[in-house]
């Protein structure tokens, strides 16, 4: 099946700094894909969607200037979390729908970001 | 978006069927049934969907009630990789471009070897 892949797969930053999330889609295209958050023992919750060549549409409740969607090309999309704080620490994760027709989205491994 | 309620958690034992329900009773005549399944720390990968018939893969079956208002997913022989949370998610349309999947709690299924 198709792969989606992120980067990091985690990482560790310190409160006040900002980190990039990418996504990228490494053998399809995709013109829209879908930024989650999970936080432990939850489900996933939608945080955005992020649209090739437009401006990402968020969620209610999610601050769209604290969570920077670019989606740079059809292949990739990155998530910058601004000014993180400890309530920030989730697991990111990310998919992509195939542009063409499809009957499955393919999700990305995830990302653990924590905050200190 | 019409909701699915799922059982919280299920335990099963290695080499047996389980049997995972779902019930969708606001369920409209254009949704499909989709099932992911998420294993631990992991993102959710795709088990198999439906709309009115029964439907196998090579993963699981996943058998739709007559009135479309319940649905179980089986998985024939259980093995320990199975243990994951399973998400029973309606979508509008069998494209799943540019449509989000709307995750719900889902089934924590424990297998025991």
């Known amino acids: 099946g198709a792969v989606v892949s992120q980067h990091p797969s985690w990482v560790i930053c310190k409160s006040g700094t900002s980190v990039k999330i990418e996504c990228r889609s490494l053998?399809?295209?995709?013109?829209?894909m879908f930024w989650y958050r999970q936080f432990p023992k939850q489900s996933l919750m939608l945080m955005a969607t992020s649209n090739e060549g437009s401006k990402a549409t968020y969620e209610q409740g999610v601050e769209k200037d604290k969570f920077l969607i670019n989606h740079a090309s059809l292949t990739l999309s990155t998530l910058t979390v601004t000014s993180a704080h400890p309530e920030d620490s989730s697991f990111y994760i990310c998919s992509a729908p195939p542009m063409t027709d499809s009957y499955e989205q393919y999700f990305g491994p995830g990302t653990r970001l924590t905050v200190t | 978006d019409a909701k699915t309620t799922q059982p919280n958690s299920m335990e099963s034992n290695e080499e047996e069927p389980v049997h995972l329900p779902c019930n969708h009773s606001t369920i409209s005549g254009t949704d499909y049934i989709h099932w992911y399944r998420q294993l631990p720390s992991q993102g959710p990968e795709y088990v198999i969907h439906g709309l009115t018939s029964n439907v196998n893969n090579r993963m699981a079956s996943l058998a739709i009630a007559e009135d479309r208002k319940s649905s179980t997913l089986i998985l024939h022989r259980a093995t320990l990789r199975d243990a994951a949370v399973y998400y029973c998610?309606?979508?509008?349309?069998?494209?799943?471009?540019?449509?989000?999947?709307?995750f719900g709690k889902g089934t924590t299924l424990s297998v025991s070897s």
């Open positions: 998610i309606l979508g509008q349309t069998i494209n799943q471009a540019g449509t989000a999947l709307i």
């Open positions: 053998d399809f295209q995709a013109t829209t």
